[in-house]
């Protein structure tokens, strides 16, 4: 039991004492941690600085719990997130630039002023997300599922929402210049007329 809590210790403070080059190899360790300490929330936010942002680019999170996990400000751009456990986790003004999210579960998730540029949510859910002032330009979201989704002044010049679902989604002084809209479903009228005045592309036989 003492070299359980000494092993603790020491890994705490590695990370701590390094938050300067917090990588994909700290975030497994702090993965490893967690576990073993049988606490499903992953919370690295004591180790964040704005001088030192966690660099998390271009690493392979394919299918991993991050689940709650408080990631404010981290650097996930070109980051493999495909098919993870993201509900409840915290991304507010975090960089996902193209990154991969495709089927990823990000029910809840804060993502207020977080960038997804030409980011990959095929399939994704994002039921009940907060997206308010996230920049989305070029984003694919085909098929994900956005319902009561807060996409309200977030820009989505350009993004792909082809066949996704709409009930309920907040589009409150959204960007939507270019953006498609094709074979999607749940907007109300008065959204949809603020789709077509936005320069969306729209098909008027979309439910």
Known sequence: MKNFIISII??????SFNAHAFNSKDLTKALALSERRNNPRLDIS?????EYPFDL????LHGTDLSEADLTGTDLSEADLSGA??????LTGANLTKSNLFGANLYGTKLHATILDSAIL????????NLTGAILTR????????????????????????WTNLNGTILHKTTLKKANFYGSVGLMPSQKKYVIASGAIYDCSSN
């Open 57 to 60: 680019s271009d690493t392979n």
């Open 46 to 50: 004591v180790y964040y600085s704005e």
């Open 122 to 129: 095929c399939q994704a859910n994002l039921t009940n997300a």
């Open 85 to 90: 456990d993201l509900h409840g986790t915290i």
């Open 10 to 15: 020491l890994c705490l403070s590695y990370i």
């Open 139 to 162: 984003t694919n979201f085909s098929w994900a599922n956005l319902s009561g989704a807060n996409l309200g002044k977030a820009n989505l010049s350009e993004a792909d929402l082809s």
